[in-house]
């Protein structure tokens, strides 16, 4: 076997394992991957983003009480991290997403270091917090094949911090609701 069909048969396993990951992430999730994959965080028609919205079961009004999309004057886009809101409190969200966690984990592992990462990821209950890992992970790959060298240095810092993480929201006390670095 040569070395190129090695990697192709790698990748297409890759592929496959990466497919049946998506199937644990929300609707409004699977949303936000597909976008992002075609559009980045770029403006997109808001009736692409509608016929997409319903292949993924879910809405763009949905989407952007999620707080994870803007839509104005026919657009739609991603909400950039710097633009969410940095008292998010993922106790009290009443629509939580994979996606929305993941940008919060990114955005605080920047701001504030591992701790405060840590601090948030103690709040993520019900295996959000390790799906937002490996959606990080997918983002990263899908930022490596598009080219995009910024966005792919900040889903891998996730991906590598995690042990670190992991290992300090364990061994934290518990976090009580509103408390965040």
Request: with cysteine; net charge negative.
């Amino acid at each position: 076997m040569s070395v190129r069909t090695a990697l192709a048969l790698i990748n297409q396993t890759l592929d496959e394992v990466l497919a049946e990951q998506e199937a644990e992430f929300d609707a409004d999730t699977r949303w936000a991957l597909a976008w992002f994959d075609q559009y980045g965080m770029e403006d997109g028609e808001f009736g692409v983003a509608e016929t997409l919205s319903r292949a993924k079961n879910t809405a763009v009004n949905g989407l952007v009480q999620a707080g994870i999309v803007a839509a104005r004057g026919g657009k739609v886009r991603l909400m950039k991290r710097t633009e969410l809101p940095e008292d998010w409190d993922p106790l009290t969200d009443d629509r939580r997403t994979v996606w929305e966690a993941t940008q919060h984990l990114i955005r605080a592992l920047d701001q504030h270091g591992e701790s405060g990462a840590a601090a948030l990821l103690r709040k993520l209950s019900g295996g959000l917090g390790e799906t937002a890992r490996e959606l990080s992970y997918r983002l990263h790959k899908v930022c490596e094949k598009k080219g995009w060298s910024g966005e792919a240095l900040a889903y891998n810092s996730l991906v590598l911090a995690w042990p670190e993480l992991t290992r300090l929201a364990q061994a934290a006390p518990s976090v009580t609701q509103g408390e965040l670095l």
